[in-house]
């Protein structure tokens, strides 16, 4: 077979520009490599454009219309008059446009080559793009993930939508059923309710956001209950159709109907088609099959992000990329350990995790082998001033570091940064317990969590 001109001969050439593939293109280029970066959309990927970004802002609004709804108990008289769909949106385009401006700029000033269109591997070291060749020393696969449909539920935009339409409704609802009650479907299930809609969420498993501590699952499922959210777990959708008025949704034991249905029953890999698989990359259930330095079985062929198993999430992208970048330039990164990378679910209250939940760690080290201590929010001033409920939960390993930091409660999500550290480093209770923190903030909670696990509880009881 003839080959395709090759019109460029670099040091990398990257497959998808989202977050793993522009990261480890902006570091392979820091790191004096020559790049080509290939994107068929627009630069910044599923995060930057129908994920954590936008859907982010709106849960923003979300928090401000609650907070209009809320205000009397704060003595403040406001009234909540409704939610404009169209400037929602616009909100979050504006932001998601700014962005995308930075980030566009910032790959051409490092002198990366972008190359817009839909590449395929042709060859282990070839991406092809509208019949021209990119030669690379290496090839980063980096394509990404789109929302994984079911059998039979056919998604038509309007009625039943995946979370790429559900970010753009307008106008909308008055009601909606949630498919899913993972990270996605929490997270609008959340916002939906605080714009005013009536929301119903179906989970097949027995809990809410089912990977986290069964302790975050049922506080996240109660505080939902308390605003009025309608959980359904232990519910599988059978069946799912767009109807005259809206859609009709069948569990084992129920007919539900609303005015939208919204899939959130994970993301699939992008590989299809693309190649991969002629080329001896290995795929496992669509996903790219790596060791634990992201390369595949081919020779100078690494894969990152979504495509890889584990973690969807698009800082985990960004260290891949880096990672990857790295050792193409010849340094010797440390691994990522999967299980410190952290976890957010934005919805109201947040959950957010890093390291491992109690009952992982009762499996592997025996119950007698761990502790937890769990500190109510309640015990926290500026909780308490925000009236929010939650905790703090620590896993320890008994004379050991902690293995685990599970938290819920509003804005709880930025608390993640230390306990990511306290498990990053392996610290135990005892070498927190010393650290002052600032009060009065919500961080005091964590610290407050290490003082009584180290067996010097201030402000709890022992
Ligand atoms: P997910 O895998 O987190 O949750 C999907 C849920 O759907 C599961 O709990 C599953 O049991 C349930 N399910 C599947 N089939 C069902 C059926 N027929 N009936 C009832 N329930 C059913 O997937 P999700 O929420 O779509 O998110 C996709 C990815 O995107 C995740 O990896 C997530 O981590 C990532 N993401 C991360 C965010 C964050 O970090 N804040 C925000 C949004 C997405």
């Known amino acids: 077979m003839a080959q395709p001109p090759v019109d460029s001969d670099v040091d990398v050439v990257i497959l998808?520009?989202?977050?793993?593939?522009?990261?480890?293109?902006?570091?392979?280029?820091?790191?004096?490599?020559?790049?080509?970066?290939?994107?068929?959309?627009?630069?910044?990927?599923?995060?930057?454009?129908?994920?954590?970004?936008?859907?982010?802002?709106?849960?923003?609004?979300?928090?401000?219309?609650?907070?209009?709804?809320?205000?009397?108990?704060?003595?403040?008289?406001?009234?909540?008059?409704?939610?404009?769909?169209?400037?929602?949106?616009?909100?979050?385009?504006?932001?998601?446009?700014?962005?995308?401006?930075?980030?566009?700029?910032?790959?051409?000033?490092?002198?990366?080559?972008?190359?817009?269109?839909?590449?395929?591997?042709?060859?282990?070291?070839?991406?092809?793009?509208?019949?021209?060749?990119?030669?690379?020393?290496?090839?980063?696969?980096?394509?990404?993930?789109?929302?994984?449909?079911?059998?039979?539920?056919?998604?038509?935009?309007?009625?039943?939508?995946?979370?790429?339409?559900?970010?753009?409704?307008?106008?909308?609802?008055?009601?909606?059923?949630?498919?899913?009650?993972?990270?996605?479907?929490?997270?609008?299930?959340?916002?939906?309710?605080?714009?005013?809609?009536?929301?119903?969420?179906?989970?097949?498993?027995?809990?809410?956001?089912?990977?986290?501590?069964?302790?975050?699952?049922?506080?996240?499922?109660?505080?939902?209950?308390?605003?009025?959210?309608?959980?359904?777990?232990?519910?599988?959708?059978?069946?799912?159709?767009?109807?005259?008025?809206?859609?009709?949704?069948?569990?084992?034991?129920?007919?539900?109907?609303?005015?939208?249905?919204?899939?959130?029953?994970?993301?699939?890999?992008?590989?299809?088609?693309?190649?991969?698989?002629?080329?001896?990359v290995t795929l496992e259930r669509g996903f790219v099959v790596v060791d634990e330095r992201c390369a595949t079985g081919v020779d100078g062929v690494w894969a990152v992000g979504d495509i890889v198993p584990g973690l969807q999430l698009a800082h985990r992208g960004f260290q891949q990329g880096i990672y990857v970048a790295e050792q193409i330039a010849g340094l010797v990164p440390r691994p990522i350990d999967e299980r410190g990378i952290p976890r957010v679910t934005y919805s109201r209250p947040e959950v957010a995790s890093v390291g491992i939940t109690e009952e992982q760690a009762v499996a592997e080290h025996g119950a007698d082998g761990v502790r937890t201590l769990t500190y109510d929010l309640a015990g926290n001033g500026r909780s308490q001033i925000l009236k929010t409920q939650g905790f703090v939960k620590l896993v320890r390993k008994v004379d050991g570091p902690v293995l685990g930091i599970h938290l819920v409660g509003d804005r709880v999500g930025e608390l993640i940064g230390e306990a990511q550290l306290i498990y990053g480093w392996e610290a135990h209770p005892e070498d927190v317990a010393p650290l002052v923190h600032a009060h009065p903030t919500q961080n005091e909670a964590l610290g407050e969590a290490h003082l009584a696990l180290a067996g010097k509880p201030l402000h709890t009881h022992d």
Do not use: M
């Not at 994984?148 to 009601?175: C, F, K, N, Q």
């Open 16 to 280: 998808g520009a989202g977050s793993g593939g522009y990261a480890c293109a902006l570091r392979a280029a820091q790191l004096g490599l020559s790049v080509v970066l290939v994107e068929q959309d627009k630069l910044g990927g599923t995060c930057l454009h129908v994920g954590c970004i936008p859907t982010k802002a709106l849960l923003h609004a979300a928090e401000l219309a609650d907070g209009a709804r809320e205000s009397e108990q704060f003595g403040v008289r406001a009234t909540f008059e409704g939610v404009d769909a169209d400037r929602v949106v616009a909100y979050a385009d504006g932001v998601v446009g700014r962005l995308h401006k930075g980030l566009t700029g910032l790959i051409g000033s490092r002198g990366i080559t972008v190359v817009s269109g839909a590449g395929t591997l042709t060859g282990p070291h070839e991406v092809t793009v509208d019949g021209t060749a990119y030669r690379g020393r290496n090839v980063v696969l980096a394509t990404g993930s789109e929302p994984r449909l079911l059998p039979g539920i056919e998604v038509d935009g309007t009625r039943i939508l995946t979370s790429d339409h559900a970010l753009r409704l307008d106008p909308l609802p008055s009601s909606a059923i949630v498919l899913g009650g993972g990270v996605i479907g929490c997270e609008f299930a959340s916002l939906w309710r605080s714009f005013g809609i009536e929301v119903t969420v179906v989970e097949a498993l027995p809990r809410l956001v089912p990977p986290e501590d069964a302790a975050s699952s049922a506080a996240l499922q109660r505080a939902f209950r308390k605003r009025g959210i309608d959980v359904r777990t232990g519910a599988t959708v059978e069946s799912a159709k767009a109807t005259d008025t809206g859609v009709e949704v069948v569990t084992g034991d129920a007919t539900l109907t609303a005015d939208v249905l919204l899939v959130a029953v994970g993301r699939a890999p992008r590989t299809e088609g693309l190649g991969y698989a002629e080329q001896g």
